[in-house]
């Protein structure tokens, strides 16, 4: 069964960049899509973007110009950068696996604040 | 891209049926037969519970279902149970790579 774990910074500065890794075991990232989806306290959930696993990646069009997603094969990972972050970023940040979001890592709640 | 609209809430009693909308456009739901359900627990990660509009991942119950009309999509929960109480999302692919949530719909179970 594939698994998903996220991990960084559980707090940012504003204007500064979020990054989050999630690291896949029980599977080959080399396979599937790969997404980030987030979820702003007791609201509901965004999706950021999503990369397959060779590399050419989809944003949403509202985070398009901030956002940047990578994959990384020899470490089974993927990795998330948001750039210039306000308050309106913080939020539970889920990375997601499968061509139906199929597995979802537990989400790590991540804070914009000086 | 605009986010899909749902209930924000539905209620039914133990052993009764529900069913949650899920309202989209022509250029999401109403063209692309790519719409997928998840629950949520308080504090837990969603669940896929549906996908590609009617089907059920491995392990769900067929008391979850699916199905969708235009550009409306609906989730039924048959046998309504406690542990079915939750917020469900539905998500739909909106062309270009590009997917979209519903802002979700909390299901109390009476």
């Known amino acids: 069964q594939v698994q998903l774990q996220e991990s960084g910074p559980g707090l940012v500065k504003p204007s500064e960049t979020l990054s989050l890794t999630c690291t896949v075991s029980?599977?080959?990232?080399?396979?599937?899509?790969w997404t980030w989806i987030r979820q702003p306290p007791g609201k509901g959930l965004e999706w950021i973007g999503y990369?397959?696993?060779?590399?050419?990646?989809n944003y949403s069009p509202s985070l398009k110009s901030r956002v940047t997603i990578s994959v990384d094969t020899s470490k089974n990972q993927f990795s998330l950068k948001l750039s210039s972050v306000t308050a309106a970023d913080t939020a539970v940040y889920y990375c997601?696996?499968?061509?139906?979001?199929?597995?979802w890592g537990q989400g790590t709640l991540v804070t914009v604040s000086s | 891209q605009s986010a899909l609209t749902q209930p924000a809430s539905v209620s039914g009693s133990p052993g009764q049926s529900i069913t949650m909308s899920c309202t989209g456009t022509?250029?999401?739901?109403?063209?692309?037969?790519?719409v997928s359900w998840y629950q949520q627990h308080p504090g837990k990660a969603p669940k896929l519970m549906i996908y590609?509009?009617?089907k059920r991942p491995s392990g769900i119950s067929n008391r979850f279902s699916g199905s969708k009309s235009g550009n409306t999509a609906s989730l039924t929960i048959s046998g309504l149970q406690a542990e079915d109480e939750a917020d469900y999302f539905c998500?739909?692919?909106?062309?270009?790579?590009?997917?979209?949530f519903g802002g979700g719909t909390k299901l109390t179970v009476l």
């Open positions: 997601v696996g499968g061509y139906n979001f199929d597995y």
């Open positions: 029980g599977g080959s990232i080399s396979g599937y899509y």
């Open positions: 990369i397959p696993y060779t590399g050419s990646a």
């Open positions: 022509s250029s999401d739901v109403g063209t692309y037969n790519f």
């Open positions: 590609d509009v009617t």
């Open positions: 998500c739909s692919y909106a062309g270009s790579g590009f997917w979209v």
